[in-house]
């Protein structure tokens, strides 16, 4: 078995693309999940139909408490932690700063920069080699957002994903000294339920004029596929990249401005 791998918010696009590679790469895999329960319980069966090893765990990663029970359940279910990604990612409102309201800018950087500070505290209390940890590897789920700002569109959100930058920085400094590998993949606009419209993201229903504008300033000419995230993400994860840490990798179809 490769180690124990929790992957938040991974019941849907990136999240769910990492746990059935992460499972077929032979991770015991926790599928974190906030609210679609039966998304996740999905990804778990699919996982096991397989041969792997997958729980599901609701968790509320803005919240100590949730995040705490779910890395003790993760604990007491599949064994100590070796991996985790911080995918888990909102980004409600839409349109100019003046346009978005506070809940909305909260909420965001609740889930985006507490929620990776929260797992990533509770996972390093299992990694660490001062906490007794054999050391293992976290990937942070970033966004390309963070370099182009996202004007008049989701400034809030970039600004969020900007935060995962500086943590990944930070971090890869200081985890690498007890054996924990910290990086981020960053993606581009990447074909999953971010882009349908919905109540926690960033693109709202009946915006194919935007998403055509955007197309247009990718020179590889298409949206990305969870799948090819996954495959960035479980390569920084893996012992090839045993000499990465603190790095950003852009896997944005050459994107790097508006």
Request: hydrophobic share 45%; with cysteine.
């Amino acid at each position: 078995m490769a180690g124990i791998l929790v992957v938040t918010g991974g019941s849907r696009g990136i999240g769910r693309a990492v746990a059935m590679l992460g499972a077929a790469r032979g991770y015991a895999v926790a599928v974190n999940y906030a609210e679609h329960a039966k998304h996740a319980g999905a990804v778990v069966d699919a996982i096991r139909a397989k041969g792997g090893k997958a729980i599901a765990v609701g968790a509320d990663v803005s919240k100590e408490a949730d995040v705490e029970r779910m890395f003790k359940t993760v604990d007491q279910e599949l064994g100590r932690l070796t991996a985790l990604v911080n995918n888990a990612g909102i980004g409600p409102g839409f349109g100019r700063v003046d346009e978005i309201s506070a809940a909305d800018a909260q909420r965001t950087l609740d889930v985006n920069v507490m929620g990776v500070f929260l797992c990533t505290k509770a996972a390093m209390r299992r990694m660490a080699k001062r906490h007794g940890g054999q050391g293992g590897a976290i990937v942070n789920v970033g966004s390309a957002a963070a370099k182009i700002g996202g004007p008049a569109a989701f400034v809030h959100y970039a600004a969020s994903k900007g935060a995962v930058d500086s943590m990944t920085v930070g971090l890869g400094k200081e985890a690498i000294v007890d054996g924990v590998r910290v990086n981020c993949v960053r993606p581009g606009v990447t074909d999953t339920d971010m882009l349908r419209g919905g109540p926690d993201t960033p693109v709202p229903k009946g915006s194919d004029e935007w998403l055509a504008g955007v197309l247009k300033t990718l020179p590889i000419g298409r949206l990305a596929f969870p799948e090819e995230l996954a495959e960035s993400i479980l390569w920084l994860l893996s012992d090839q990249a045993s000499y990465v840490t603190g790095a950003i990798l852009d896997v944005s179809g050459g994107r790097a401005t508006p």
